[in-house]
T-cell receptor
């Protein structure tokens, strides 16, 4: 009964080759988030969508883009992955009203060759 | 500048005993705090939360305590079970109008020994 689904679970790409990670949700939540988590570090917010409104974090590299074509889907595009972009990428959702927990997918582990 | 800190990377306790995981924060604007649990190869799972208007919230074996003056929160697990072995993240949010943006700590790995 997974409610936030991330595909693929593992992604290997070459240095500089664009890659897209996918997230879908069955919760009908308004807000979708993308986090980057490197080994033994805290998850770090890259950006989020509130409905169609895109909100980028100030320190998110330009190399990272996102698309949300509809309520259920959100994509993370890395235009030219570098070795430093190897990480776990987590998608999360929340209703967006008041203090509520975020619901996470199981993540995509990205490796760069 | 790390606004949420978990200073203990790891904790080991005996089954049946109490586990206490700690978290400190620096931003006085934080008003909502959460604990997440993460198993290997899975995403974080929400465990328990507390609003800044409270100092304690309990859910079964899990209790979260908030000390606003010390900017400190803790998660108590009693009794600890081997299945509780996981990485625990604390997280904080400032204002519900901020669409729930969470700032995470680095995590504490809990090992519960049978």
């Amino acid at each position: 009964d997974a409610m936030v689904i991330q595909n693929p679970r593992y992604q290997v790409t070459q240095f500089g080759k664009p890659v897209t990670l996918s997230c879908s949700q069955t919760l009908n939540h308004n807000v979708m988030y993308w986090y980057q988590q490197k080994s033994s570090q805290a998850p770090k917010l890259l950006f989020h969508y509130y409905d169609k409104d895109f909100n980028n974090e100030a320190d998110t590299p330009d190399n990272f883009q996102s698309r949300r074509p509809n309520t259920s889907f959100c994509f993370l595009d890395i235009r030219s992955p570098g070795l430093g972009d190897a990480a776990m990428y987590l998608c999360a959702t929340t209703e967006g009203r008041g203090n509520q927990p975020q619901h996470f997918g199981d993540g995509t582990r990205l490796s760069i060759l | 500048d790390q606004q949420v800190k978990q200073n203990s990377p790891s904790l080991s306790v005996q089954e049946g005993r109490i586990s206490i995981l700690n978290c400190d924060y620096t931003n006085s604007m934080f008003d909502y705090f959460l604990w997440y649990k993460k198993y290997p190869a899975e995403g974080p799972t929400f465990l328990i939360s507390i609003s800044s208007i409270k100092d304690k919230n309990e859910d079964g074996r899990f209790t979260v305590f908030l000390n606003k003056s010390a900017k400190h929160l803790s998660l108590h697990i009693v009794p600890s079970q081997p299945g509780d072995s996981a990485v625990y993240f604390c997280a904080a949010s400032a204002g519900s109008g901020n669409t729930g943006k969470l700032i995470f700590g680095q995590g504490t790995t809990l090992q519960v020994k049978p």
